[in-house]
C-alpha cells in the first residue's frame, strides 16, 4: 500500500519562503506530485517530479529524492493567498491512473 | 480555460436515500475520476473510469456506489442507499491520459450531508 506523510500545519511570514516536506511509502513509485486546496475549493495541481532534483514553476519548486523517499514543495515570496492546504500524492500502482494523497499541510501565511 | 463542473453544489439527503452526483469533465479528456474529502481530513480515492468501464477502485467503493458515462459528456456517481459515514464533499476529476494522471482537473466539489 501506499503512506504519505506531511507536517499538519505550518506558518510564515509573507514574504517569507516555506518548504513543506512529504515521506512516502509506496510498493512502487512514479512520480510525486503537489496539489494545492483553499478552504471550500478543489484541489488544484502545482507541480510533479518523476526524477530526483528541483523543478522551478515560478514562486512554487517541488524536488524529489526518490533513494530518501522524500520530496518537498518551496513556496518563495509568501503572499496571504498562499494560505491553504497542500497534499503531495503519488500513483496508486504501475498503470494506475488514480492518485493517492498524503495527509495535508495547512499553510497559514501571517502579515 | 476548460474546467470540471459538478452539480449540485450541495445535496442534503435522508440515510437509506439514493443519491446521484453529477460531473461534466473536460470534453477531450479520457480518464475520469471520484473522490471524496471527508471534512477536515485528507482526499480520498474511490473509482477511475476509461474507456466507459471502471479501471480501478479503492475498498471505499462498495457495492453501494456506481458509476456511468450516461452520454458524451456527462459521468455520475450513484450511491444506493447512503449512510450517516457517507457525508462528506464529492469531487470529480479528470485527465487527457494516463501518463499524464498525476495532473487531473478536479470540478468544485458536491457536499453531500446524510441525515
Known amino acids: 500500500g501506499q503512506s504519505l506523510e506531511q507536517p499538519s500545519e505550518v506558518t510564515a511570514v509573507e514574504g517569507a519562503i516555506v518548504q513543506i516536506n512529504c515521506t512516502y511509502q509506496?510498493?512502487?513509485?512514479?512520480?510525486l506530485s503537489w496539489y494545492q486546496q483553499h478552504d471550500g475549493g478543489a484541489p488544484t495541481f502545482l507541480s510533479y517530479?518523476?526524477?530526483?532534483g528541483l523543478e522551478e514553476t515560478g514562486r512554487f519548486s517541488s524536488f524529489l529524492s526518490r533513494s530518501d523517499s522524500y520530496g518537498y514543495l518551496l513556496l518563495q515570496e509568501l503572499q496571504m493567498k498562499d494560505s491553504a492546504s497542500y497534499f503531495c500524492a503519488v500513483r496508486g500502482r504501475s498503470g494506475a491512473n488514480n492518485l493517492f494523497f498524503g495527509t495535508g499541510t495547512r499553510l497559514t501565511v501571517i502579515p | 480555460e476548460p474546467e470540471v463542473t459538478q452539480t449540485p453544489s450541495h445535496q442534503v439527503t435522508q440515510m437509506g436515500q439514493e443519491v446521484i452526483l453529477r460531473c461534466v469533465p473536460i470534453?477531450?479528456?479520457?480518464?475520469f475520476y471520484w473522490y471524496r474529502q471527508i471534512l477536515g481530513q485528507k482526499v480520498e480515492f474511490l473509482v477511475s473510469?476509461?474507456?466507459?468501464?471502471?479501471?480501478?477502485k479503492s475498498e471505499i467503493f462498495d457495492d453501494q456506489f456506481s458509476v456511468e458515462r450516461p452520454d458524451g459528456s456527462n459521468f455520475t456517481l450513484k450511491i444506493r442507499s447512503t449512510k450517516l459515514e457517507d457525508s462528506a464533499m464529492y469531487f470529480c476529476?479528470?485527465?487527457?491520459?494516463?501518463?499524464?494522471?498525476?495532473?487531473?482537473?478536479f470540478g468544485p466539489g458536491t457536499r453531500l450531508t446524510v441525515t
Open positions: 509506496t510498493s512502487g513509485f512514479y512520480g
Open positions: 476529476a479528470s485527465s487527457g491520459t494516463s501518463g499524464g494522471a498525476y495532473e487531473q482537473y
Open positions: 470534453s477531450n479528456h479520457l480518464y
Open positions: 517530479n518523476a526524477l530526483d
Open positions: 473510469f476509461y474507456n466507459n468501464e471502471i479501471s480501478e
